[in-house]
Nanobody, 116 residues
Framework: QVQVVESGGGLVQPGGSLTLSCSAS????????MAWYRQAIGKQRELVAE???????DYADSVKDRFTISRDNAKNTMSLRMNSLKPQDTAVYFC??????????WGRGIQVTVSS
């Protein structure tokens, strides 16, 4: 059974930092790409950052130079370090694990709120 679990969300002031973590079990972790998506109220879910099995990374323009995605294959975990947070970063953040077009799994999401 595949399980994807996010942790580390919460409330942070503008300009602050937060680190999200995602653990995945029940899969051959190192063969999967992993990504963070987010969905703000009234908006569509959007890709924030992705790290491939090759360790190549992609970022949304809105978070480049502020967010850093990383993975630890030995621990089956992925992290998203978020710096210089803005109110517009407020959203539910979802961890996605995928391999090709066939296998994709989602976490339940975790709230990140940036507010003073």
């Amino acid at each position: 059974q595949v399980q994807v679990v996010e942790s580390g969300g919460g409330l942070v002031q503008p300009g602050g930092s937060l680190t999200l973590s995602c653990s995945a079990s029940g899969i051959g972790f190192r063969m999967y790409s992993m990504a963070w998506y987010r969905q703000a109220i009234g908006k569509q879910r959007e890709l924030v950052a992705e790290i491939h099995s090759t360790y190549a990374t992609d970022y949304a323009d809105s978070v480049k130079d502020r967010f850093t995605i990383s993975r630890d294959n030995a621990k089956n975990t992925m992290s998203l370090r978020m710096n210089s947070l803005k109110p517009q970063d407020t959203a539910v953040y979802f961890c996605n694990v995928k391999r090709g077009l066939t296998y994709t799994y989602w976490g339940r999401g975790i709230q990140v709120t940036v507010s003073s």
